[in-house]
């Protein structure tokens, strides 16, 4: 789970990490009454309007902007909130539709009083799945792009292996700061910084920490001015807090109805849909369909109930996506039967009607197969079926080129 930038800085704030003030607004008028309480308290004219979005790159499609005075404010908090704002990570990037600014965090300016006095710094956090460890990546070289620096200097990038039983070890933090070239008050104030985000990291159950920029200022204070901030779905149970600050806007609302049908949908950009039970079988039948000369539209995991009003639920979600030229339906029957599913099926096509416009491939296997085999051989639907992987595979190249 995404958090937004204003989300993702409140909760290193409660971490004891200190990062770039500011205020969330969804409208001009509360805008106007942030910059106020920002000119109040910094005692700056200076302020910046940052888009609050899912997607990297904001400044580059201009969903970031700096206002040193009212009219500036006011002229491009106007023209942010309700754009549709297009970013390299936007959906289809530059060229796609991009995406609705709901809201804007009106924030200080983080670089006064002396910008040239201060300097950019990456840091990251993740787990490296190949090591087994969490990971801190770090660089001098923050506020751009870190893999145009990975790719042109990678001596550069730093990275610095935590032990999963011992956890970060003061002497890592301070290897962290000796080498983004830190000395005195700056040197103390990072290795505090560092400390603080693994510990905000591990105890939030987090998949990703970007922080970039990080600054260090004129007078050696180190602030998170910027911050990404990825969840483990699968720990949300424990951080019922957190799980409330998921914004579905910001998501792909067919993902979003499947989810609420107990279904595990990703949508991709094929032309097979697949409607499977369980992650390790959908791997394998999007492999399958790779084989076979087409493209998964989509991963769908429909669990261990593979039943009547499930199956049709999972056929709607599919069935959406115009691209979309044959179903692949890939189940193995161990705790539910074949048959039950197989009869699922049918129930479902025939309750769906005209709406089934493609070619509908059924593999079961385990229990009943057999007799699954036979019940959608004999519903008289237009409906293939196939008990081995690689029958599947030809019935799924066979409709294609058809």
């Known amino acids: ?32 009454e942030a910059y106020k309480k920002i000119q109040e308290k910094t005692g700056s004219n200076i302020a910046v309007i940052k888009a609050q979005i899912h997607a990297g790159g904001r400044g580059k499609g201009g969903g970031v902007k700096i206002a040193k005075n009212m009219d500036d404010l006011k002229e ?206 959908a791997m394998a039948t999007m492999d399958i369909i790779k084989l076979s000369g087409g493209d998964p539209a989509n991963f769908l995991d429909v669990g261990g109930t593979a039943d009547a009003e499930r199956v049709e639920k999972a056929f709607r979600i599919i069935l959406r996506d115009p691209k979309v030229k044959a179903i692949l339906i890939n189940i193995f029957g161990g705790i539910v039967r074949c048959d039950r599913v197989a009869n699922g099926v049918v129930e479902a096509y025939k309750n769906l009607g005209d709406a089934i416009n493609v070619p509908i491939i059924v593999r079961l296997q385990g229990t009943n197969a057999d007799i699954a085999k036979k019940i959608i051989d004999e519903s008289g639907l237009k409906v293939h079926s196939a008990i081995l992987l690689k029958e599947a595979a030809d019935l799924v190249k066979q409709v294609l080129e058809s």
Do not use: W
């Open 1 to 32: 789970m995404n958090l937004h930038e204003y989300q993702g800085k409140a909760l290193l704030k409660s971490f004891g990490v200190a990062i770039q003030e500011g205020h969330v607004v969804e409208n001009l008028e509360d805008a106007v």
């Open 76 to 281: 491009h908090a106007g023209n942010i909130i309700g754009m549709m704002l297009k970013t390299p990570q936007t959906p289809g990037g530059l060229e796609g539709p991009g995406k609705l600014v709901r809201k804007v965090l009106i924030a200080e300016d983080s670089y006064a009083p002396d910008f040239d006095a201060c300097s950019e710094m990456y840091i990251s956090i993740m787990m490296d799945r190949g090591r087994k460890q969490n990971v801190i990546i770090y660089s001098t070289e923050g506020g751009m792009d870190i893999e145009k620096v990975a790719e042109e200097t990678p001596h550069l990038v730093h990275k610095e292996y935590i032990h999963p039983h011992l956890g970060l070890q003061g002497f890592q933090a301070r290897k962290v700061a000796f080498n983004l070239g830190l000395s005195g008050a700056a040197f103390k104030g990072m290795t505090k910084f560092i400390s603080n985000l693994y510990k905000a990291f591990v105890q939030s159950d987090a998949s990703l920490f970007e922080i970039n920029p990080c600054i260090v200022t004129g007078d050696d204070r180190i602030i998170a001015v910027d911050c990404k901030v990825s969840l483990d779905d699968n720990a949300l149970f424990r951080h019922k807090d957190l799980a409330e600050l998921r914004d579905t806007d910001e998501e792909d609302p067919t993902e979003v109805e499947a989810k609420s049908f107990g279904l595990n949908y990703v949508n991709l950009d094929g032309n097979v849909g697949c409607m499977v039970n369980g992650a390790g079988l």
